[in-house]
């Protein structure tokens, strides 16, 4: 197992706040300028999650399968292995830490004259949790217990998956609000470039893809989106059509945090490009574009004869 004194010290230094041994919260970018009204994250435009209500964590901040050169955290030093329960942080623990993490962190905004002083007492008490900070949540053996636990402070979950741990998505009896499952590649020789990982883990994606509908939530497609992988258009409509989503993001890589420094900056598509990529899928699909936020990159697509997404 890797050095988790380097890891952390390198996530601290990045302002995750840490809680227990392998859980944490970062705040969001988007949370900072909705604090100060000066914007919002997509996902307040296209699901109606508030920003400044939102609370970015993970109960497994350094394990994950993948190593992909898009992700903004150290994946150098990811803990590879799946995480067992004797050294799990427990869910309560790691709910509480972070909800009190998350408060330590916005603390310094009530000073700064440009904070909205109604938000930031509102931002006190998260009222949704996005489960995708970093790493892979459902190695942590008591995710089902973290949902619930969020569900009891009445707190919303959207939840991201790597999808090549099939196992631990059937061992949820509680659902997350909204089910991601992320799609960066098309066939496995793009997946094992992408993500850094081994050829053979294409297999499981695909099983994940073949169960995704019977997950009774709201289910999303997430494509983070480079220069390299935007191709096979036809290949990534067929793997969506088995997975019969909800939605579909399609969403560019950010330039940004560790990528930096193993992507070029001519990886990050530019809106434009997105755009474009999205409307390809939409004519393949059959699906709809029905939103968009330029500033992220990213566009939504549904199928026609599905209407409601904003959370209630």
């Not at 994250?41 to 699901?47: L, R, T, V």
């Amino acid at each position: 197992m890797e050095n988790t004194e380097i890891i952390k010290s390198l996530l601290k230094k990045h302002q995750y706040h840490l809680v227990g041994e392998y859980a944490g919260v970062k705040l969001c970018d988007w949370l900072k300028k909705s604090l100060k009204n000066e914007g919002y994250c997509y996902k307040q435009q296209f699901y109606g999650i508030e920003s400044h209500k939102c609370m970015q964590m993970s109960p497994c901040v350094s394990f994950c399968q993948h190593k992909c050169g898009f992700c903004w955290r150290p994946v150098e030093h990811t803990i590879s292995d799946k995480m067992a329960k004797k050294i799990a942080d427990e869910p309560e623990e790691i709910i509480e830490g972070c909800i009190e993490g998350q408060r330590k962190l916005i603390c310094g905004y009530k000073g700064n004259p440009k904070t909205d002083i109604k938000k930031f007492n509102e931002a006190q008490s998260p009222k949704h949790a996005a489960i995708s900070l970093s790493g892979e949540p459902t190695l942590y053996p008591w995710l089902d217990a973290l949902i619930s636990g969020f569900k009891k402070r009445d707190m919303t979950t959207f939840l991201v998956t790597n999808g090549i741990n099939p196992k631990g998505l059937n061992s949820l009896n509680n659902m997350p609000t909204q089910l991601y499952l992320s799609l960066c590649a098309s066939n496995p020789e793009m997946y094992a470039k992408i993500h850094n990982a081994p050829k053979s883990n294409w297999k499981k994606l695909l099983n994940v893809i073949d169960i995704y509908s019977n997950f009774n939530t709201r289910r999303t497609i997430r494509m983070t989106l480079q220069n390299s992988n935007m191709a096979n258009i036809k290949e990534y409509a067929k793997l969506i059509e088995k997975a019969n989503p909800h939605f579909v993001e399609c969403k560019a890589y950010m330039h940004v945090g560790f990528s930096a420094m193993r992507l070029p900056k001519s990886e990050m598509p530019f809106f434009e490009d997105i755009n474009s990529f999205s409307q390809c899928l939409s004519e393949e699909l059959g699906y709809e574009i029905i939103d968009e936020k330029k500033e992220s990159r990213v566009v939504l697509l549904a199928p026609k004869d599905y209407k409601w997404r904003k959370l209630k």
